[in-house]
């Protein structure tokens, strides 16, 4: 017994844990069911009585000290890990977060949005499902014309006399605006609509534009060129010059559309102006006195602009995209082109 006593003690001086690992398997090799310090004890409860007393204590004393040794053991192991930890290297730089960026729709929406409260509107919403009275009755729309047809219009409820319908443009929220707003009013409505139209690349069941209202005493068609001129420079850079060509909208009296000068071929003719030197952007005019007075307001008094325009067609002609569907589809190549686009 004495020399199996010394060979632990001897095993024990000689023992080197580094790991919580090391640590555990020393524990089970000295004091586990078949440890070495536990088969010393077997043989004790075997002894006589006369050797019980002389190894009694020096057994407890040896499983104490293996028990102290292996205890110190693990304190290390522990603190080895904290100082490994502490040890990382805090400077270094982290794991990058991909970051995700803004849809070019949203970011020509933004720009709009940023040079109009330059100019002093205000934005504001409507809702996307709306009822006939303010997509088409209010605003002079005739009760039979053809943009309230099935073919153009997603209805949500029909047969009644005043249907819930998608939007079919964001001219509804002048509506609004004008229902609700203290004159004068200044205000630009961005939203998305939905028209009945077969998906192509020049055309989607849905899309986005900013309508934009201006009304107050004294308003005349001058206000309103100054206005698309000085958005026009804004947006498409200081050499751009408009062109308004005469058009036809039920909801304004005289109107226009808009072209800008071709930034790409600056005149020359290109296959994005096609030929022409000039890009169609909005379509605009003086609020119809009919409109005004639907909404409340006096039009011998009061008289406005108003114009819409598409942005995925703005978009479309600030990064020449050529098909409206890479726009709804998310293929991460594209919206990825646009990470640099702007500062998120
Ligand atoms: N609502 C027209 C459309 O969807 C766009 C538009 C044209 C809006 C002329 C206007 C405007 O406010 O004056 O095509």
């Known amino acids: ?75 290390q192991a522990a603190s080895e890990d904290s100082t490994q930890a502490a040890a990382q290297d805090l400077t270094m730089p982290g794991d990058a977060i991909a970051l995700g960026s803004r849809h070019p729709v949203s970011i020509v929406r933004q720009e709009i949005v940023d040079i109009f409260r330059k100019f002093g509107y205000d934005v504001a919403e409507g809702p996307e499902i709306e009822d006939d009275y303010h997509v088409f009755e209010a605003l002079n729309f005739p009760p039979n014309h053809p943009a309230r047809d099935m073919q153009d219009t997603f209805f949500v409820s029909a047969g009644h006399p005043n249907p819930l319908l998608l939007r079919t443009h964001t001219s509804s929220v002048q509506v609004r605006a004008m229902e609700t707003m203290k004159l004068p009013i200044r205000v630009i409505c961005p939203g998305r609509v939905f028209r009945n139209e077969a998906i192509s690349a020049r055309a989607h069941c849905i899309f986005h534009q900013v309508e934009g ?80 007075e639907a909404s409340g307001i006096d039009s011998k008094k009061y008289s406005g602009f108003a114009f819409g325009m598409g942005l995925e067609r703005i978009a479309m002609l600030k990064w020449r995209v050529n098909d409206l569907r890479h726009y709804f589809e998310n293929d991460m190549r594209f919206l990825r082109e646009f990470s640099s686009a702007v500062e998120v």
Not at 230 to 235: G, H, P, V, Y
Not at 270 to 284: A, P, S, V
């Open 1 to 75: 017994m004495k020399e199996e006593i010394q060979k632990v003690l001897a095993d024990l001086s000689e023992l080197r844990c580094q790991t919580r690992k090391d640590v555990e398997e020393a524990r089970i090799r000295f004091l586990g069911k078949k440890g070495e310090v536990t088969k010393l004890f077997d043989e004790f409860r075997t002894m006589d009585k006369e050797m019980k007393k002389e190894f009694g204590k020096t057994l407890n004393d040896l499983k104490q000290t293996v028990q102290n040794r292996i205890e110190e053991f693990k304190n």
């Open 213 to 292: 209202l201006y009304i107050d005493e004294n308003v005349t068609f001058a206000d309103l060129k100054q206005a698309i001129l000085l958005f026009a420079r804004e947006m498409f850079g200081p050499d751009t010059e408009i062109r308004m060509r005469p058009s036809f909208f039920p909801f304004t009296e005289p109107s226009a559309e808009v072209d800008v000068s071709c930034n790409i071929c600056h005149g020359k003719g290109c296959n994005i102006c096609k030929g022409t030197g000039w890009l169609e952007i909005l379509g605009c005019g003086m609020v119809d006195p009919n409109v005004l």
